[in-house]
């Protein structure tokens, strides 16, 4: 059963193209969201000087605070293209599971929704493949389930907080088509970098955070 879409009180936003966990690529032909709390604090009169600074991500003025999981203020069965980069892993299990069943409902039929993420098969294999020593540390911090340095003091903790960098749950190809079929999506593949036909995902989308990454693309 899927959960019902929340949104939040706002009137629905009317956008064809919607990006969410946007970060700092917001391309002013997408409406564009985050959920971090720093997002937030930088919204803040005063105060968000203090936290578009160091090491803080400093949001472009473009990006709405979003909650895929708690649901969009996106009208349902609206949206041409919905597209996410790195953003899937940091998700639990559960609430990715939610995260997918409200895009499929923002989407009209026929709609795209493209992303890319970690590819946990491949970072297995050079693992295995590797008989360097420092193979399993390499696997640990390149799949962000590992952790160098607790945080200590008020600031470690909050640069921890609002950082928000571990990877919750892993992907390959085949673990994730299984949930996007029970999302509902349909034509699912493997994608590479702008090899979409709809030309409006090249304004989103960014050769870095692609290679040797994971990317999908299905449809409603």
Known sequence: MHRRLNLGGENPVQSSYVQFGAAACAP????????????????????????????????????KYGDIIQGLPIAPGTCAGIYCAHVLEHLA???MRIALRNTHQYLRTGGIF??????????ARNYLEDSNDRAAMDFMEQSYLGTKTRPRGLKGFVRSYFGNSSHLWMWDFKSMTRELKDAG???????EFGDCEDDRFRDVEELQRWEGCLGIECRK
Request: glycine content about 4%.
């Open 114 to 123: 493209r992303f890319v993420l970690p590819d946990l098969e491949r970072l």
């Open 185 to 191: 999506f349909i034509r699912i593949r493997r994608a």
């Open 28 to 63: 002013k032909s997408w409406t564009n969201f985050d959920i971090s709390p720093t997002l937030r604090l930088q919204r803040i009169p005063l105060l968000g000087r203090w936290f578009r600074r160091g090491e803080f991500l400093v949001f472009p003025d473009n990006v």
């Open 93 to 95: 299990l559960n609430d």
